[in-house]
């Protein structure tokens, strides 16, 4: 019991700098929604996909990997159950899902939690009509609006876009998808 006691101690110690500092980031993030930083903060692979990576590592199926990511912004927080079908998406006269090459990513670091984040601006068609408020996005393999399966899903603080605040923008490096192993 001493050592479970110790061990809770040590675990109050060290979560006691981030409890303390929480106050901070919602300053953080409405600063950088001031200055038009849009700050993806992934939630996690979707349902599609652990499926896919668990029988495929099993050897059950045979999967092959999707050719290019395609980016869609969402209206309403997606979540792991989220499908390119499903999701509330963001509509404006020219908005197109944008697609984004291997090249597009950076190379994922061999830590855990292993990351990827976006190699170069991710830049959707401007607004010409109408606009929305972005709430989140998913990372689908179809680039078709209302099609496809989503990857990876993620919130995202409320951002508005309009015919003035265009083109959605996700700037180099912002988005970061990652795995942790266990």
Known sequence: VAQWERFGLILQDVARPAEEERWKWPLIEQQLKTEGIPTAITSGLSQYIMHQIMDASVGKIAWSMPGLSVIALATAAPGVTTTGATLTELTYTTYARAT???????????????????????????????????????????????????????????????????????????????IAGT
């Open 100 to 178: 984004v090459a291997g090249s597009g990513w950076n190379a994922a670091t061999t830590a855990s939690p292993s990351i990827t984040t976006n190699n170069g601006n991710i830049t959707f068609p401007a607004v010409t009509g109408g606009g929305g408020t972005i709430l989140g996005f998913i990372v689908t393999d179809n680039a078709t609006i209302g099609a496809g399966n989503s990857i990876w899903w993620g919130s995202l603080p409320s951002m508005t876009v309009n015919t003035v605040q265009t083109p959605p923008t996700i700037a180099d490096g912002i988005m970061s998808l990652s």
